[in-house]
């Protein structure tokens, strides 16, 4: 087959493409160049797609032996990433981002591309497992529960997943950099990319507040309607955080207060006590089926609302594209906007993932 590799310029897809040149595959190497300002993303581990990165990527390619480009998607990274990204915080939710750069990015406008170029597959370093089932691609958890990112892949769809190659999925990370080792890559022991690409100095309340200005509003306690105290923006919040929310007094039994929900009409915060977190119910919509497979009945399945935690049994009603999830324990810090993801439980390792959808509620 005809396949693209993804090079970020890190290890995990260094040796991805490692693997599909060894599968006897015709690989090239792309790299995405996501910023019109690349020499501002990266801070130590924090952040990506810096010069540095696509000369790693380079050298990598040429290890391997093969033609390496690099594409300029930096335009299309602000209007489906970041600008989505601050729309939702604006609202009130709390989006990943991670979830929108892979859906939009690398396998909607990358897909697309190389399909029209004539490649059969996109390959890159995620960590997740591909099986075919009666011709249909299911998407499952990676052997390395720890580094598993098939949270974040929920929501493509069984094209889009027809046409990808997870050759990391086996593996587990201590692995990948002991064989880029052996391989010669100077990536080997690069750190890993961590937070949100685009913001690498970690300050996302910053980062928001440089984009969406100021928009005063009340912290209030949910319990009483009392004024606790003023804040900047809703955008400044997300749910379940404790720290940093500027209340000078403590709660009256001198326990920490908690964001409870947002208000970006408003522009009220409501805190509480930790108790008012606990969420059993989840409401979302928007429902995605990687395997082409929409639950018709009430389904016994594992849920996750984050990209690392959040897990818990459930049942899971859908009509259409909605779904009411019910957890069989509550859940702290499920936020709307946030992604939940469905999955059958497997005994043997890599549950397989079912279907992702928006949370538009919760209670």
């Known amino acids: 087959m005809r396949v693209l590799a993804a090079m970020s310029g890190g290890v995990d897809s260094a040796v991805a493409a490692a693997r599909a040149v060894d599968a006897g595959h015709d690989v090239v190497g792309v790299h995405l160049a996501l910023s019109a300002k690349p020499g501002t993303l990266r801070t130590g581990s924090r952040g990506c797609c810096t010069i540095e990165d696509s000369h790693d ?26 600008e989505t990204f601050v729309g939702e915080y604006a609202a009130g939710r709390t989006p990943n981002p991670c979830v929108t750069c892979n859906e939009k990015i690398k396998f909607e406008a990358l897909l697309e591309k190389a399909m ?33 990112q098939s949270y974040v892949l929920a929501s493509l769809t069984p094209e889009q997943l027809s046409h990808a190659m997870f050759p990391l999925g ?22 890993d990319s961590h937070d949100i690409c685009f913001i690498p100095d970690g300050d996302t309340k910053k ?14 306690d949910a319990e009483t309607g009392a004024v606790l105290g003023q804040h900047t923006g809703v955008h400044g919040f997300t ?9 000078d007094a403590p709660a009256p039994d001198g326990r920490p207060r908690y964001v409870l929900s947002l208000e970006p009409v408003s522009g ?13 119910v989840i409401e979302a919509d928007r429902a995605i089926w990687p395997s082409g497979r929409p639950l018709t009945e009430p389904t ?13 049994d459930a049942v899971a009603d859908v009509d259409a594209d909605t779904m009411t999830v019910h957890l069989r324990e509550p859940l702290r810090g499920v936020a709307p906007g946030q992604v939940v993801v469905l999955y059958r439980p497997d005994p043997e390792g890599g549950d397989v993932v079912l279907g992702s959808a928006k949370i538009s509620g919760t209670r």
């Open 57 to 82: 990527a380079r050298r990598a390619a040429d290890i391997l032996g093969i033609p390496f480009y690099i594409w300029d998607f930096a335009e299309r990274f602000t209007e489906e990433v970041v």
């Open 207 to 220: 980062f928001l507040e440089n984009r969406l200005g100021q928009r005063p509003g009340e912290l209030v």
């Open 170 to 191: 086996g593996s587990w990370k201590t692995e990948v950099r002991a064989e880029a080792e052996r391989r010669g890559l100077s990536v080997a022991n690069k750190p």
């Open 300 to 312: 016994e399945c594992v849920v996750q609302v984050r990209a690392h935690g959040g897990i818990v």
């Open 116 to 148: 029209a170029l004539g490649f059969d597959a996109v390959a890159t370093g995620h960590y997740a497992r591909l099986s075919v089932v009666d011709g249909v691609p299911e998407l499952r958890r990676s052997a390395d529960s720890g580094k598993d």
């Open 268 to 280: 009220s915060v409501k805190v509480g006590s930790v108790a008012g977190l606990g969420v059993k």
């Open 239 to 247: 749910v379940g955080q404790r720290k940093g929310l500027g209340i």
